[in-house]
């Protein structure tokens, strides 16, 4: 069996709070990164993909569990590693041969070998005549050329890359990615693994040899796949579109055990991690009411059905634009998913057709019936004499779930949908929930601990 150059076992990260309780950022978790390989990491925002990189890099300590480096644990071993970052991180007052130097000056080479082995690189990654030009002068595209360069002048056992494209155009960024390929295809370089995170899961099915999906809240992997399909791949073919199909479905469907992989490999690859995690407070995606409206009417106009990868390109949209607003249109009831397709629901198609007045009655309906959060404010204001609550009550109970960063985004949400609904309205000045003036029967909350927390 192949031993694993880099090994997590049953790594966590997590955050302590005043109470016993913690923020879980990346539940136990156990990944291996072997030689000959290319790992794409995705999942959707907020499910940990940075952190975890960091974790395996060094970068960051777990709070539990152990990164393992040929056998050696990471905090005393001597790490072959260097990372590619999406913003490029350049020393704008440094040329572009003083950046590729700079890790290699770091660690006390002499400068005859580091000007040697920086000239090699650079011409490798085709920016010879580029030497002495500054970061400023050069476009996007140059500028990720000198970061490329940068992490590999160190010759790297592993080279990993957090979203090293997503900063650039279209053709740029494909530019990149098939001169990545040649690199390693031909062994132009020595790296023997490369991990990248990313949200674009065409980038995915593109370069990697496995594919990693984790779910989030806390993030954890859902799905461990070998891709299966020989270089140099063909986006149109079957067997392609099929897979970004299935990792579609994954990432919208996050409460549900993913499949099997269509025609994946039989030799055991396939790995499948059942969710049995179950959340107080859904996480909210964070969409506002006009794009979930304008989501549902797109497909309504679609005949009610719409391939989500060729959705997501017809919009160019990211995976990171598109799935927040899908979620929550599923999350209200608006639509469904099934393997890969988006297909509306009575309710959505009845929320697309409807006018002004019509369509906010459709989301105050759906929104008090599905999601906890705005059940217990409109709950808790009809409790009180006053009918206002301060948003701290509900902070308190929601950062027992969630990260400080990530309460706020929630209660951001809710206070959007909630306006929207017209099921309460928020004073920005004293950080109060208020109980709209509208008339209606405040929904009773299914959760019996609603009342007695506000009382």
Same mark, same amino acid.
Request: net charge negative.
């Given at each position: 069996?192949?031993?694993?150059?880099?090994?997590?076992?049953?790594?966590?990260?997590?955050?302590?709070?005043?109470?016993?309780?913690?923020?879980?950022?990346?539940?136990?978790?156990?990944?291996?990164?072997?030689?000959? @390989?290319?790992?794409?990491?995705?999942?959707?925002?907020?499910?940990?993909? #940075?952190?975890?990189?960091?974790?395996?890099?060094?970068?960051?300590?777990?709070?539990?569990?152990?990164?393992?480096?040929?056998?050696?644990?990471?905090?005393t071993a001597r790490?072959?590693? #260097?990372?590619?970052?999406?913003?490029?991180?350049?020393?704008?007052?440094?040329?572009?041969?003083?950046?590729? @130097?700079?890790?290699?000056?770091?660690?006390?080479?002499?400068?005859?070998?580091?000007?040697?082995?920086?000239?090699?690189?650079?011409?490798?990654?085709?920016?010879?005549?580029?030497?002495?030009?500054? *970061?400023k002068e050069l476009?996007?595209?140059?500028?990720?050329?000198?970061? /490329?360069?940068?992490?590999?002048?160190?010759?790297?056992?592993?080279?990993?890359?957090?979203?090293?494209? #997503?900063?650039?155009?279209?053709?740029?960024?494909?530019?990149?990615?098939?001169?990545?390929?040649?690199?390693?295809?031909?062994?132009?370089?020595?790296?023997? +693994?490369?991990?990248?995170?990313?949200?674009?899961?065409?980038?995915?099915?593109?370069?990697?040899?496995?594919?990693?999906?984790?779910?989030?809240?806390?993030?954890?992997?859902r799905v461990d796949?070998?891709?299966?399909?020989?270089?140099?791949?063909?986006?149109?073919?079957?067997?392609?579109?099929?897979?970004?199909?299935?990792?579609?479905?994954?990432?919208?469907?996050?409460?549900?055990?993913?499949?099997?992989? *269509?025609?994946? *490999?039989?030799?055991? +690859?396939?790995?499948?991690?059942?969710?049995?995690?179950?959340?107080?407070?859904?996480?909210?995606?964070?969409?506002?009411?006009?794009?979930?409206?304008?989501?549902?009417?797109?497909? +309504?106009?679609?005949?009610?059905?719409?391939?989500?990868?060729?959705?997501?390109?017809?919009?160019?949209?990211?995976?990171?634009?598109?799935?927040?607003?899908?979620?929550?249109?599923?999350?209200?009831?608006?639509?469904?998913?099934?393997?890969?397709? +988006?297909?509306?629901?009575?309710?959505?198609?009845? /929320?697309?057709?409807?006018?002004?007045?019509?369509?906010?009655?459709?989301?105050?309906?759906?929104?008090?019936?599905?999601?906890?959060?705005?059940?217990?404010?409109?709950?808790?204001?009809?409790?009180?004499?006053?009918?206002?609550? *301060?948003?701290?009550?509900?902070?308190?109970?929601?950062?027992?779930?969630?990260?400080?960063?990530?309460?706020?985004?929630?209660?951001?949400?809710?206070?959007?949908?909630?306006?929207?609904?017209?099921?309460?309205?928020?004073?920005?000045?004293?950080?109060?929930?208020?109980? #709209? @003036?509208?008339?209606? @029967?405040?929904?009773?909350?299914?959760?019996?601990?609603?009342?007695?927390?506000?009382?």
């Amino acid at each position: 069996m192949q031993t694993p150059i880099l090994r997590a076992e049953r790594v966590e990260k997590y955050y302590a709070q005043p109470s016993e309780n913690r923020i879980q950022v990346i539940s136990a978790t156990d990944l291996s990164i072997f030689p000959g @390989e290319i790992v794409a990491l995705l999942g959707p925002s907020g499910s940990g993909k #940075s952190t975890l990189l960091r974790m395996l890099t060094g970068l960051s300590a777990p709070s539990a569990g152990q990164v393992y480096w040929h056998g050696e644990p990471i905090a005393t071993a001597r790490l072959s590693v #260097s990372i590619v970052f999406q913003s490029f991180a350049l020393f704008p007052w440094l040329t572009v041969l003083e950046n590729v @130097e700079a890790p290699l000056k770091a660690s006390g080479m002499p400068p005859a070998e580091r000007r040697s082995r920086s000239q090699k690189i650079l011409r490798t990654v085709g920016l010879d005549g580029y030497q002495a030009a500054y *970061p400023k002068e050069l476009s996007g595209g140059m500028r990720q050329r000198v970061g /490329f360069a940068r992490a590999l002048v160190v010759e790297p056992e592993v080279l990993f890359m957090d979203e090293p494209f #997503s900063a650039l155009d279209v053709l740029t960024a494909e530019t990149l990615r098939g001169e990545l390929m040649e690199l390693w295809q031909q062994k132009t370089i020595p790296t023997q +693994a490369i991990f990248l995170v990313t949200h674009n899961i065409e980038e995915a099915v593109l370069l990697a040899d496995r594919i990693i999906v984790l779910g989030r809240n806390p993030g954890h992997i859902r799905v461990d796949f070998k891709v299966g399909l020989a270089q140099m791949r063909d986006r149109k073919a079957p067997a392609f579109t099929q897979m970004v199909d299935y990792i579609y479905k994954v990432l919208t469907q996050p409460d549900t055990t993913p499949g099997a992989l *269509p025609s994946a *490999p039989s030799n055991g +690859a396939q790995k499948t991690v059942r969710d049995q995690r179950q959340m107080h407070y859904q996480m909210l995606p964070h969409a506002r009411p006009g794009g979930i409206a304008g989501l549902v009417e797109i497909l +309504a106009d679609h005949n009610g059905k719409a391939d989500i990868y060729r959705l997501a390109d017809d919009l160019a949209f990211e995976v990171d634009d598109l799935l927040p607003i899908m979620d929550a249109a599923q999350l209200l009831g608006f639509l469904t998913v099934s393997e890969g397709d +988006a297909m509306i629901t009575d309710k959505g198609r009845a /929320f697309a057709s409807s006018g002004i007045i019509e369509r906010k009655d459709i989301f105050r309906a759906a929104a008090t019936k599905h999601i906890l959060l705005l059940r217990q404010i409109v709950r808790a204001l009809g409790a009180k004499s006053d009918h206002t609550v *301060p948003e701290e009550f509900f902070h308190d109970v929601l950062d027992e779930q969630f990260s400080e960063e990530e309460t706020l985004r929630q209660l951001e949400t809710a206070i959007n949908w909630g306006r929207y609904a017209e099921l309460f309205d928020f004073d920005a000045s004293r950080r109060c929930f208020i109980r #709209s @003036e509208r008339e209606f @029967e405040s929904p009773r909350s299914e959760d019996p601990n609603v009342e007695e927390m506000v009382d």
